[in-house]
């Protein structure tokens, strides 16, 4: 079965310091990979993702991420945490199949706490 | 881009009522997806649509669910006879179709809460 796995429920971390949510995945082929942030009472908000390429990618607001192909994870990273970080961020891997890459599958999030 | 958006935002209703939920894309985007999640999880998908035509459903989509996307624009999904397992957050995500490095990212309303008692 299609399955993306975040550890951990919860990171704590002080603000200036770096940080790593953790992902990994077990999906067959090539899926896309991609790390989403929730805020409270807000949707989804698309971070950055991986197609090809580069191992590491960059996105929105400082966020980066590293992908691991042996490893089969998609560590999203900052190497300085703001109190704004605070949020739940959701990894996602888009299987590649019939008709291309379609649905998202997503981990079950995990909350990120930076404090002052 | 004005964004996804969705109505209601929040809906409760009684057990064994029909709801339905209404999403309106952003506009040049010819792909739709609805998701439902659950509190502590993450989205899980349900159904997608390329322009009107409903390419893929999940298994959790059992016969009471139903969705469209008549013109290719808004879609709805309708819950029929709900049951208290149904209360969850019913998301609407869009996105172009996919083509080249730059179109592959999915952009999500604010979601339809739906409580049932």
């Known amino acids: 079965a299609q399955s993306v796995a975040q550890p951990e429920d919860q990171v704590n971390v002080a603000e200036g310091n770096p940080l790593t949510v953790k992902c990994t995945y077990s999906?067959?082929?090539?899926?896309?990979l991609f790390w989403y942030v929730q805020y409270p009472n807000r949707g989804l908000q698309f971070l950055l993702k991986?197609?090809?390429?580069?191992?590491l990618v960059k996105g929105s607001y400082g966020f980066e991420a590293e992908f691991n192909k042996s490893q089969t994870s998609f560590h999203l990273k900052k190497p300085s945490a703001l109190v704004s970080d605070s949020a739940l961020y959701f990894c996602?891997?888009?299987?590649?199949?019939?008709?291309?890459?379609?649905?998202?599958?997503f981990g079950a999030g995990t909350r990120l706490a930076v404090h002052p | 881009d004005t964004g996804v958006s969705q109505d209601p935002r929040h809906k409760i209703t009684k057990r064994g009522q029909n709801v339905t939920f209404r999403c309106d894309p952003i506009?040049?985007?010819?792909?739709l997806y609805w998701y439902r999640q659950t509190l502590g999880q993450g989205p899980e998908f349900l159904t997608y649509?390329?322009?009107?035509?409903?390419?893929?459903k999940s298994r959790l989509l059992s016969d009471r669910f139903s969705a469209e996307r008549p013109k290719g624009s808004f879609s709805t999904l309708e819950i029929q006879r709900t049951e208290q397992g149904d209360s969850a957050m019913y998301l609407c995500?869009?996105?172009?179709?996919?083509?080249?490095?730059?179109?592959?990212?999915?952009?999500f309303g604010p979601g339809t809460r739906l409580t049932v008692t």
């Open positions: 999906v067959s082929g090539n899926p896309y």
């Open positions: 506009s040049e985007h010819n792909r």
């Open positions: 649509f390329q322009n009107e035509a409903q390419l893929e």
């Open positions: 995500a869009s996105s172009p179709t996919p083509g080249g490095s730059s179109r592959h990212e999915q952009y």
């Open positions: 991986y197609i090809t390429g580069d191992n």
């Open positions: 996602a891997v888009s299987p590649e199949g019939s008709g291309g890459y379609n649905k998202l599958i």
